[in-house]
């Protein structure tokens, strides 16, 4: 099969990361993949194996989603628009797949609603159009009004095959945060988290016993950072290092060691091997999106979640929820985030049980790569 995964992550890079574990799991079976891409370039993450499509790309004004900036910082006008929309169509009927599949829409990126209608609509008029499937995590943002959802249900009545839902329903079911007509229900299909192999263990133990504080590939840790390094003082028996990420890395390194200066801690940008430091980490503070969460689940590392809530912002918090059921998970608001409350969730987390979750789904991709190959099979 010919696959097309469409994506454009415009805060943090988690729907970027997922799309490329699914893409890599379609590959691996033999299929032939192409991702295209229409958020920020993030060179962290490995596109091996993939044909990588770049459009111009687009991000969010902070928390805004409606006003979308290029990377100049420039927001995005008509004439953007339509030559993102122009390379979108090239890459469709230039490639011509046997299955598209578009990640989050239409249950979210409505900012982009004109250029996902085009290419569903392009799609159609292939001389062999292909299933057509839409891929969503676990926990969505919920629709502000029941016309959202309303709408939604309208368009994968009338352009969808299936939704693909990155969960395991036994943790959490789509309803916790969609409302789930009788009409979608029948169009859901649960693949278990998409997540990658378990990482091995850092060959060279970097990060061993150390307490790991990162914010995601994007650029809303600040805040998390800086209480991170007056919690470390509070701490001093006890290595922190804190992994910088998002466009403006390099300054955002520099004034935190500065503010550092002489606290036992490293303060470095992102690294592409952090999932192999976890398992040997003393604990983790982060953030909960999707990925991270996995990581954590994965690795069995102690973790104390901060949940990103600006702008309305309910996903993280609902995701965090549900962890915190789970033992050596803890939950800290960004109101209640202080140096003492991080530290006491940190001691907390750290002197928990190990927790168990080797029952849970993590071979999300290669379910889905098994539903989408079954359903092209039949048609």
Known sequence: MRVMIVVTHLLGTGHLSRALTLGRAFATTGHQVRLVSGGMPAPQLDPAGLDLVQLPALRSDGVDFARLLTETGAEADAEFHNARQAALLEALTAFAPDVLITELYPFGRRSLREEFRALLAAARALPHPPLVLSSIRDILAPPSKPAKAEATDRVIAGAYDAVLVHSDP????LEASWPVSAALVGKLRYTGYVAPPPAEPHPERTGAGEILVSAGGGAVGGPLFRVALEAARRMPDQ???LLVGGT??????A?????AGDTPITVEPARPDFRAMLSHAAASVSMCGYNTALDLLQAGTPAVLIPFDAGKEVEQGLRAQALTALPGFATVTSAELTPETLVRALRQVMTDPRRETSALRFDGAAEA????EKMEAAR
């Not at 036994?170 to 079911?173: F, G, L």
């Not at 004034?255 to 503010?259: I, R």
């Open 248 to 253: 403006q890395t390099g300054a955002e390194v």
């Open 369 to 372: 790569v098994r539903i989408v």
């Open 170 to 173: 036994r943790v959490t079911r």
């Open 239 to 241: 290595r922190w290092r």
């Open 255 to 259: 004034a935190l060691q500065a503010q």
